[in-house]
């Protein structure tokens, strides 16, 4: 394992990143950044290619080859490194310096559009031009399944897939295990029995404390309802940005442990039948001139700012889940019964409601309200950036959201529950929302038509398309004795 390790982000310069990696005895230098959907790319180069003139110049890189990216013609791309980001990767032979990258266009030299945390750094420049606020926190609280094993194949003639988790409730029965020996959280109980039910509690640990060496602040870590392996790791609130830069590292180490140990980590939100699907809920708060603007005297602790800026969220939150929760499995979390937040309502503590002002201390910091709709399938940078857009939308045109909903919504009478807006059912009805309703995305030029045509494009062709071709398998079970 390399040497492991990070530069305090903020104040960082360039002299600091290079001193650093001489310090740390980094012989590789690896530069990464985001593609659309979300997935971390990387390439690797001798340390030699960290001088001062790379924070300027950039590296060149093929954007025809990555998803929702540039066409072959205009394929050439810049990538420039952020100094603040530098961190030695812990899962690496050798010692290797990782910074992350912003895209630009190698004849402009201008931000490029569908760069992911371009998004996020304009949304928090857009902020400081409105007046409401100078920084947005955002705390993220993304689930995921451990799981031993995964297998899946789609062809002509068949489809299928199979996980398996020593957790797994399936498994009380199985032999394989040399022994059986008993302990499998039921389902919907993995919420959170001490080990030995609780048999991933040291992967849980290494996993929090490498975040802790890699300069994520690291809070707490615990199993998740569902059996078969659900589990969360929290770290502490970060800037709309670097919380997406964070996030991206907790994913990178979780994956990476749990293959140390043999298994394999999944941040898709619902891998199994009948039970949890992991969700990714997302505490945020706006301040100005270091005060906590959604801090207040109103209901639950909180401003008027607050209100209005859940009104903004409540209205678009069609729209919002076309960026939020952003694949078609997203959807088959998004169902009642699952403490899933399908109801667009706003309460004190309460989670069924999809947006939840956390209880805490009567300290003004603390005041925030949790969004608790999005999943961790979704891309960081975005869903930081809009729901920020929705809020501040909502503050500047005060929108009201109502009255709280403090009750169960899971249990309101049908009559009641029929004038409580719900969730969409699908990825392509979330993306139908976002095609009507995406003005509010494009002020102070934060998202582009170009990004959104191109994201509601590429989901509709690559995911909504290429699944309504498929047959499921639960099909045969329904369908072919017709």
Not at 85 to 104: C, Q, S, Y
Not at 256 to 280: C, E, I, Q, W
Not at 344 to 352: D, E, G, T, V
Not at 409 to 414: A, K, M, R, S
Request: aromatic letters at 10%.
């Amino acid at each position: 394992m390399a040497s492991e390790g990070t530069l305090h982000p903020e104040g960082t310069s360039v002299d600091d990143v290079i001193s650093f990696a001489k310090d740390r005895g980094c012989t590789m230098l690896d530069i990464r950044f985001m593609d659309l959907p979300g997935l971390w790319q990387h390439y690797t180069f001798p340390i030699r290619k960290l001088e001062a003139e790379l924070f300027e110049e950039g590296l060149p890189f093929d954007g025809s080859s990555l998803r929702g990216w540039k066409t072959i013609n205009e394929s050439d791309m810049l990538v420039i490194p952020d100094a603040q980001t530098a961190f030695i990767d812990p899962f690496m032979k050798e010692p290797t310096l990782v910074l992350i990258g912003n895209i630009v266009d190698p004849i402009e030299r201008t931000a490029y559009g569908r760069c992911p945390r371009q998004v996020a750094l304009r949304a928090e420049q857009y902020l400081k031009s409105t007046g409401i606020g100078d920084t947005v926190y955002f705390g993220p609280e993304a689930e995921f399944f451990i799981f031993d094993d995964v297998r899946f194949r789609q062809t002509t003639n068949m489809g299928y897939y199979e996980v398996d988790s020593i957790e797994g409730s399936w498994n009380t029965d199985r032999r394989e295990e040399g022994g059986n020996l008993g302990y499998k959280p039921r389902t919907k109980q993995g919420y959170f029995p001490v080990p030995p039910m609780d048999s991933l509690h040291d992967i849980r640990t290494e996993m929090l404390l490498t975040l802790g060496q890699l300069g994520c602040v690291p809070e707490l870590h615990h199993h998740e309802v569902a059996s078969g392996g659900q589990c969360e790791l929290s770290i502490r609130f970060n800037t709309l940005t670097r919380c997406g830069d964070q996030l991206m590292m907790y994913k990178h180490v979780v994956k990476n442990v749990a293959r140390k140990y043999g298994k394999t980590a999944t941040f898709m939100p619902k891998p199994l039948y009948g039970d949890n699907g992991s969700g990714m809920h997302c505490h945020s708060s706006i301040w100005k001139n270091g005060k906590n603007q959604y801090a207040g005297d109103g209901y639950a602790g909180l401003s008027k700012t607050a209100i209005y800026a859940i009104g903004g969220v409540l209205k678009h939150a069609a729209a919002l889940c076309a960026i939020t929760n952003p694949t078609t499995n997203s959807y088959h979390r998004l169902v009642p019964g699952y403490e899933a937040p399908v109801n667009l309502a706003y309460s004190s503590r309460n989670r069924s409601a999809c947006v939840r002002i956390p209880l805490t201390k009567d300290e003004a910091a603390a005041k925030r309200f949790e969004y608790r709709c999005p999943d961790p399938s979704s891309n960081p940078y975005l869903t930081f950036a809009a729901i920020t857009m929705a809020a501040l939308d909502g503050i500047q045109n005060k929108i009201d959201p109502g009255q709280p909903m403090d009750k169960d919504l899971y249990d309101l009478p049908p009559e009641e529950l029929k004038n409580i807006p719900q969730t969409p059912g699908s990825l392509e009805e979330s993306l139908r929302a976002l095609e009507k309703d995406h003005e509010f995305l494009l002020k102070g030029d934060v998202f582009s038509k170009d990004i959104i045509e191109e994201w509601i494009g590429y989901k509709m062709k690559n995911e909504v398309q290429a699944m309504r071709l498929r047959p499921h398998p639960h099909e045969f079970e329904l369908y072919f004795d017709i």
